[in-house]
C-alpha cells in the first residue's frame, strides 16, 4: 500500500506515517507539500495519504483545510502526535550569532513568543525538515532552523535549544486520507463540509442548533472563505458521533432540506501516536 506524506526525510508527518502505519503494510512516499500530498491520494498515485490538520497552538492548519475543498478524498482516520519543536544549528554555530529562522508556517507560528524575543527574521519553508535540509546545504551559522528530533538526526544538526513552542503539551491532529470510499460500520466520530445555502439571520445558529437538538457534541468548527465573496464561508465540523447512528443521519438530512450542501468527509476512530 502507497502512502504519501510531506517529505523530505524527518519532518513530523513522516514520524506521523512511520507510527501509524504498520512496516509490514506500506510503501512511503514524499511529496513536496501537503496540498501535493492530497493531490497525489485524489488522482490515485497513492492509496493513502496522511495530512496534519490541527496544532493545539496555532490551530487549523489551512492548506489541508483547503485541501480537502478542492480534492476527492475521504477521511478515514485521525492520529494525533506529540509535537516537541527545537532549534537545530550547524556544527560551530553561536546561539547568540542567529540572525534568521527558518521553518514551515505551522512550526514558525508555534514558537512566535520564541522568535520575538530572539529579535530574528522568520523564513518560511514548505516542512521543518525542508529547513533543515537547507540548512545543512547552505551551511549558514547564523541561522537556524525549527525542527524535530528526527530531523536533527537525519540531517546531522545540532539542537542549540529544545522545546521552543509557546505552549508545553504540544501536540498535532493529522488526517489519513484516502481515495475509496471507506465503509463505515462502526466509528466514534464524523467529519463533515457544510456550504451553507442563502446567507440569512442567524444562519449559523441554525445548522448548530440542529446538531444540539439531536445531542450530538461538536469538538471542531473551522470556517473558510469561499473564495467567491468577502464574508462568505463554508465550515467544516467534527462531531463526536460515527455516521452510521440514526442522529448524525437525521442531522445530516436535516442540513440538507434547509439547503446547504453538506459533504461527508469520513466517518472514523482516534488513534494516539
Ligand atoms: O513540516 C513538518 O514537519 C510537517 O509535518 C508539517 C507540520 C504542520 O504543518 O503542522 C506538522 C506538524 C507540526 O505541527 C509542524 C509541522
Given at each position: 500500500?502507497?502512502?504519501a506524506?510531506?517529505?523530505?526525510?524527518?519532518?513530523?508527518?513522516?514520524?506521523?506515517?512511520?507510527?501509524?502505519?504498520?512496516?509490514?503494510?506500506?510503501?512511503?512516499?514524499?511529496?513536496?507539500?501537503?496540498?501535493?500530498?492530497?493531490?497525489?491520494?485524489?488522482?490515485?498515485?497513492?492509496?493513502?495519504?496522511?495530512?496534519?490538520?490541527?496544532?493545539?497552538?496555532?490551530?487549523?492548519?489551512?492548506?489541508?483545510?483547503?485541501?480537502?475543498?478542492n480534492?476527492d478524498v475521504?477521511?478515514?482516520?485521525?492520529?494525533?502526535?506529540?509535537?516537541?519543536?527545537?532549534?537545530?544549528t550547524?556544527?560551530?554555530?553561536?546561539?547568540?550569532?542567529?540572525?534568521?529562522?527558518?521553518?514551515?508556517?505551522?512550526?514558525?507560528?508555534?514558537c512566535?513568543?520564541?522568535?520575538?524575543k530572539?529579535?530574528?527574521?522568520?523564513?518560511?519553508?514548505?516542512?521543518?525538515?525542508?529547513?533543515a535540509?537547507?540548512?545543512?546545504?547552505s551551511?549558514?551559522?547564523?541561522?537556524?532552523?525549527?525542527?524535530s528530533?528526527?530531523a536533527?538526526?537525519?540531517?546531522?544538526?545540532?539542537?542549540?535549544?529544545r522545546n521552543?513552542?509557546?505552549?508545553?503539551?504540544?501536540?498535532?491532529?493529522?488526517?489519513?486520507?484516502?481515495?475509496?470510499?471507506?465503509?463505515?460500520?462502526?466509528?466514534?466520530?464524523?467529519?463533515?463540509?457544510?456550504?451553507?445555502g442563502?446567507?440569512?439571520?442567524?444562519?449559523?445558529?441554525?445548522?448548530?442548533?440542529?446538531?444540539?437538538?439531536?445531542?450530538?457534541?461538536?469538538?471542531?468548527?473551522?470556517?473558510?472563505?469561499?473564495k467567491?465573496?468577502?464574508g462568505?464561508?463554508?465550515?467544516?465540523?467534527q462531531a463526536?458521533?460515527?455516521?452510521?447512528?440514526?442522529?448524525?443521519?437525521?442531522?445530516?438530512?436535516?442540513?440538507?432540506?434547509?439547503g446547504?450542501?453538506?459533504?461527508?468527509?469520513?466517518?472514523?476512530?482516534?488513534?494516539?501516536?
Open positions: 500500500m502507497k502512502v506524506y510531506l517529505g523530505p526525510k524527518g519532518t513530523f508527518s513522516e514520524e506521523a506515517a512511520l507510527r501509524f502505519f504498520p512496516p509490514e503494510n506500506r510503501e512511503l512516499v514524499m511529496y513536496d507539500g501537503i496540498v501535493d500530498v492530497l493531490e497525489a491520494v485524489a488522482e490515485r498515485e497513492v492509496n493513502k495519504g496522511i495530512v496534519p490538520i490541527e496544532n493545539a497552538i496555532e490551530g487549523t492548519i489551512t492548506m489541508t483545510t483547503d485541501g480537502l475543498i480534492y475521504w477521511v478515514e482516520g485521525e492520529a494525533v502526535l506529540p509535537i516537541a519543536l527545537h532549534l537545530l550547524v556544527e560551530g554555530a553561536e546561539a547568540d550569532h542567529i540572525r534568521e529562522v527558518w521553518s514551515i508556517g505551522p512550526a514558525l507560528a508555534q512566535r513568543d520564541f522568535t520575538r530572539l529579535q530574528v527574521k522568520t523564513k518560511h519553508y514548505s516542512s521543518t525538515a525542508n529547513a535540509e537547507s540548512l545543512v546545504k551551511n549558514n551559522k547564523n541561522a537556524g532552523a525549527i525542527a528530533e528526527l536533527a538526526k537525519t540531517f546531522g544538526l545540532e539542537i542549540a535549544k521552543i513552542q509557546d505552549f508545553e503539551g504540544n501536540s498535532t491532529r493529522f488526517l489519513i486520507v484516502t481515495n475509496e470510499k471507506p465503509e463505515v460500520i462502526q466509528a466514534s466520530k464524523s467529519m463533515l463540509l457544510i456550504t451553507p442563502e446567507d440569512r439571520p442567524g444562519l449559523l445558529a441554525i445548522i448548530l442548533n440542529i446538531f444540539s437538538s439531536l445531542d450530538i457534541n461538536l469538538t471542531w468548527i473551522e470556517s473558510r472563505p469561499t467567491k465573496k468577502l462568505t464561508y463554508r465550515f467544516f465540523v463526536e458521533m460515527g455516521i452510521q447512528e440514526v442522529n448524525m443521519q437525521k442531522a445530516v438530512s436535516i442540513l440538507r432540506t434547509y446547504h450542501d453538506v459533504r461527508v468527509l469520513g466517518s472514523f476512530d482516534e488513534t494516539k501516536l
